[in-house]
Every structure is written in structure tokens, then in C-alpha cells.
């Protein structure tokens, strides 16, 4: 089994950055992705990185702002957020894809879940 546990969250201020990081209890050779969820809303897409770092998707809501990536000798994945918005403010999830499918979005396809840390930023 794997076991997902982020880390790295906290309370910024607009414009700020946070570095979050996700280890993995076992290895994994899957696509690696983060989401995302504020109160009230469904859980979203943000971040996702082939086994191999070769796919990078990023929704357009943080393109150009986050920057996913990841160490596999270390069962690391981090998310690098520069230019932080109140709109960013949300637990963020990592997840492990489905082995054998193709890097996206989906998030059903996404079957290995950590617990969340939470990011806040104030305006």
C-alpha cells in the first residue's frame, strides 16, 4: 500500500510562496498530482507529474504561478507556489494516479489520498 503525507502548508500573505511537500511511504512509479479543495467547493485539479517528469499539467488557474516536480529517490513530490492569491486558499491534497494510465486531470483516477495540509492566504 501507499501512504501519502503532506506537509509544508501555512498562512501567507497575497503575493507570498509556499513550498509543499508530499512523502510516500513506499515507491511509487504513478503519476503524482495535487488537488485541491476550499470550503464549499468540489475538489480540483491543480498540479500533476509523470513517473518520469516528462508530463507536467497544471490547471490554468495556477499556470505560470506553480511549478510541480518531483524526486523519486526520495518518494518526494513538491509543489512550489510563487505569487500566492486569496483564491489559492484551500487544503491541498496529494494523490497518487492509477499505475498504467495516462497523466490528466481526473480526478477519479486518482486512488491514494494524504490528509491535506492547508494554505491560507490572506488579502
Known amino acids: 500500500q501507499v501512504q501519502l503525507v503532506e506537509s509544508g502548508g501555512g498562512l501567507v500573505q497575497t503575493g507570498g510562496s509556499l513550498r509543499l511537500s508530499c512523502a510516500a511511504s513506499g515507491r511509487t512509479f504513478a503519476t503524482m498530482g495535487w488537488f485541491r479543495q476550499a470550503p464549499g467547493k468540489e475538489r480540483e485539479f491543480v498540479a500533476g507529474?509523470?513517473?518520469?517528469?516528462?508530463?507536467?499539467l497544471y490547471a490554468d488557474s495556477v499556470k505560470g504561478r506553480f511549478t510541480i516536480s518531483r524526486d523519486n529517490a526520495k518518494n518526494m513530490v513538491y509543489l512550489q507556489m510563487n505569487s500566492l492569491k486569496p483564491e489559492d486558499t484551500a487544503v491541498y491534497y496529494c494523490?497518487?494516479?492509477?499505475?498504467?494510465?495516462?497523466?490528466?486531470?481526473?480526478?477519479?483516477?486518482?486512488?491514494?489520498w494524504g490528509q491535506g495540509t492547508q494554505v491560507t492566504v490572506s488579502s
Open positions: 494523490a497518487t494516479q492509477q499505475g498504467g494510465l495516462p497523466t490528466s486531470t481526473v480526478k477519479s483516477q486518482y486512488h491514494y
Open positions: 507529474i509523470s513517473w518520469d517528469s516528462n508530463r507536467r
